[in-house]
């Protein structure tokens, strides 16, 4: 006898306001497994995908099958993959990435039963024909499967084993290095290692390098030293169904100011924002930590426009000029008088600039709002139907002095803090950026706290702890003269 394993798909998409449902069923084949094969709606092709697969308990399944990059209750279908599974039922949801509408469904797997079910994925947007790359900084994976991963994943860049320092931790968590040319010393204990030494030795080995979150306690001596090439703005903290609420690795957050599962993502930002507004040029980027989290390869991840052609190189300096936007959800990819983020606008003496700002959104979740963030503050907010019926664009934005502003969407997400922001644009009156003095007092606070911390760490000698509070007092220098420079509160 041949039984039939009930198979139900639904399909949920949200393009801008629009909602979409499909169901399917499968028909029986064969004895004893399901076959899964993933195309592409348009083309028809195969393409590679990710699935979480879940038992009536709601358990994980664990396939333990050759070929699929297996980790964290997920795995990898590569065009078409047999199943085989025990009777019961089951759910699942099949991603190919932040550009291709989730699947989501339910079946009931009957005793011999032995199924295939084809699984047509719609694509909502296409981010390379329009310039734009995505990459994770933040991977500990193994290498072999990173090529499936990327293709599920529609990633470009995601630096492997390989390209990255054994940095011992906890610095492994907090500084990322990228194409280092050689190696570096990580034999050093790590208590008491100088961070920022180890910031001079990759500079030296030609490395890039990329601080995994904006809260380190060591954030303003990176910053004084002018040698971080970008900061994850969206890190290893935010997870694929929740956060990790805690600032374990840095200075934490006041939970009066940053309260819940949003109040590590809203710290981050923050931070990130008081850089900004010291003058700084520092671009976003992001990371999963996928490998030491669950979080599939590219949940987090940071989108740079390369224009026409792709190439490695391209991708690194696009990062480094903050032409980017970060996610992990919408992607929102922003262009003001036809430049993306990083773009400079010069303000003569007198002069009032008005920007128009043109915006592409595509996402799979509900965006609470899009916000213009204006010198670290909430210039205008729009919710996604205002934005609609103005055809994409947001309302003029004016400056009349130097600033920064960048542009925002929130989602309703409630497991996680999810949302997607521009890389900065700038704008320099008579060739100065805007410092705040606010800003600049709030790294110099930092500081004063950073001390205290190295003061009172008991697993130090007292040649690592002077050392340490040198690069704390050359830090606070730098910012002693930013404070006396500023020309905004």
């Known amino acids: 006898m041949v039984h039939r394993a009930v198979f139900i798909v639904a399909l949920y998409s949200i393009i801008a306001t629009a909602v979409l449902c499909a169901r399917s ?37 664990r396939l333990r099958l050759p070929n699929t990059a297996e980790f964290g209750g997920h795995f990898y279908i590569d065009g078409q993959l047999a199943l085989p599974l025990r009777i019961g039922q089951y759910t699942f949801e099949l991603d190919a990435g932040p550009e291709y509408r989730t699947q989501s469904g339910h079946f009931q797997f009957e005793r011999h039963a032995d199924d295939s079910k084809r699984i047509e994925m719609n694509r909502s947007a296409n981010l390379a024909e329009e310039g734009w790359y995505g990459g994770d900084l ?10 499936l991963i990327m293709r599920a994943e529609s990633l470009r860049v995601v630096p492997v084993d390989g390209e990255r320092s054994p940095v011992e931790a906890p ?32 500079r030296a080995a030609d490395a890039r390098i990329v601080a995994s979150i904006p ?26 169904d929740g956060v990790v609420d805690n600032e374990k690795d840095g200075r934490p957050r006041d939970r009066s100011l940053f309260p819940g599962r ?26 999963s930590g996928s490998g030491m989290n669950d979080n599939p390869v590219g949940i987090n991840r940071v989108y740079v426009y390369c224009g026409e052609e792709f190439s490695d190189e391209a991708w690194w300096e696009g990062l480094e000029a903050g032409r980017v936007f970060v996610s992990n959800g919408p992607l929102l990819r922003p262009m003001v008088e036809g430049h993306p983020p990083g773009h400079v606008f010069r303000l003569d003496e007198g002069e009032t600039l008005t920007l128009e700002i043109a915006l592409e959104l595509a996402t799979r979740v ?7 963030v204006k010198n670290g503050l909430v210039e205008n907010e729009a919710r996604l139907a205002d934005w609609a019926k103005q055809k994409g664009r947001l309302p003029p934005l004016q400056f009349g002095d130097s600033g920064w502003f960048l542009i925002r969407a929130v989602t309703t997400n409630q497991k996680t803090y999810q949302f997607a922001s521009s890389g900065p644009y700038h704008v320099e009156k008579g060739g100065e950026p805007r410092v705040s003095r606010r800003s600049a007092q709030f790294f110099l606070d930092w500081i004063d706290a950073a001390e205290a911390r190295v003061r009172e760490m008991p697993d130090l000698d007292a040649q690592a702890r002077q050392a340490m509070l040198a690069e704390q007092e050359s830090a606070r220098r730098y910012f002693e003269e930013l404070l006396a420079a500023a020309n905004a509160e």
């Open 25 to 61: 069923d499968a028909a029986p084949r064969g004895d004893g497994q399901l076959t899964i094969e993933v195309v592409d709606s348009a083309t028809g092709k195969p393409i590679a995908a990710r699935m979480h697969l879940k038992n009536s308990r709601g358990r994980p399944v």
């Open 138 to 147: 933040h991977v500990v994976r193994r290498a072999a499967d990173l090529p």
């Open 171 to 202: 610095l492994a968590s907090q500084l990322l290095l990228f194409n280092l040319q050689r190696s570096l010393n990580t034999k050093q204990k790590s208590v008491g290692r100088s961070s920022l030494k180890l910031i001079e030795e990759a």
């Open 215 to 240: 809260y380190a306690w060591d954030m303003p001596v990176w910053l004084a030293s002018g040698q971080l090439d970008a900061i994850c703005l969206i890190n290893h903290h935010t997870l694929r």
């Open 262 to 287: 949003t109040g590590n993502g809203r710290w981050a930002e923050a931070v990130y924002y008081h850089i900004l507004n010291c003058g700084l040029r520092i671009a976003p980027a992001a990371g």
């Open 366 to 372: 509900p965006v609470e709002y899009l916000q213009i």
